[in-house]
């Protein structure tokens, strides 16, 4: 499957509700990025992406059109959007319009917010749901303490700010005295995740041939137990977007 996303032609991540359509996702520079992504594989694209979202633009006429016109010719067979981080209704309004066949969303133990409308949606308008950041910026991997410290060209520098590394760290552990004996957090962050009947696919970071063996081997596992399910439950962190966080 060749999947790909389209950046923003004003190159500001994530999007703003005041940026107008015409300057992020102009025809032009859809049909542009969407021709060379394609003449690069030599092949349609399965799925063709908006690296950013805002359902302000959802009832616009220009991007609805670029987007027919696409599946039309056959450079792409369908479409999604990569909804901003920690906004999962912030797309609710594009999925109404028949044109999305997917979602991208963040969506881990601690960030189950998209539960509540979202995936909802998805389900009756057969939309599939890519779940991104499954191990929470790497805090669900189990590795990271108070003392991490990322080189300052990495942007989990910012992101684990002093702040939020310790409320994260604190929740990390406080996770822990739920994960069942044999079981490791990184294996307990995915099945949670692959448990949720709404979600299609997840996305997690892979540097070594050990992480793709050890994330295979828990999507193979199945689903966790619905009374270790109920428990992470307890574990939901409301967030909302911050300027450290994008």
Not at 43 to 65: G, N, P
Not at 166 to 180: F, G
Not at 186 to 195: T, V
Request: glycine residues 4%; hydrophobic residues 40%.
């Amino acid at each position: 499957m060749l999947a790909s996303k389209i950046p923003p032609a004003d190159w500001k991540w994530p999007s703003s509700p005041n940026s107008p359509l015409s300057t992020v996702f102009p025809r032009a520079h859809v049909l542009e990025y969407a021709q060379m992504i394609r003449s690069a594989f030599g092949r349609s694209i399965d799925l063709l992406q908006f690296h950013v979202w805002e359902d302000a633009w959802a009832r616009e006429a220009e991007w609805q059109d670029t987007v027919t016109e696409l599946k039309a010719k056959g450079v792409i067979k369908a479409f999604g959007l990569s909804l901003n981080r920690w906004q999962p209704e912030n797309g609710l309004a594009a999925i109404e319009t028949g044109l999305v066949e997917s979602v991208q969303v963040i969506y881990n133990v601690f960030d189950q917010a998209p539960e509540d409308r979202l995936f909802p949606a998805c389900r009756k308008h057969n939309v599939g749901v890519i779940a991104r950041v499954p191990l929470d910026e790497g805090s669900l991997g189990g590795k990271m303490t108070l003392e991490t410290r990322f080189p300052e060209d990495d942007w989990r520098a910012r992101y684990f700010n002093s702040k939020n590394l310790a409320q994260t760290i604190e929740r990390v552990e406080h996770l822990k005295k739920d994960l069942p004996e044999g079981m490791s957090l990184p294996e307990l962050a995915l099945r949670f995740i692959l448990s949720e009947p709404a979600v299609s696919t997840l996305i997690a970071g892979m540097r070594s041939a050990e992480h793709v063996r050890a994330n295979l081997a828990a999507s193979d596992k199945g689903p966790l137990p619905a009374d270790l399910i109920a428990k992470l439950r307890a574990h939901r962190w409301e967030r909302t977007p911050a300027k450290w966080s994008d």
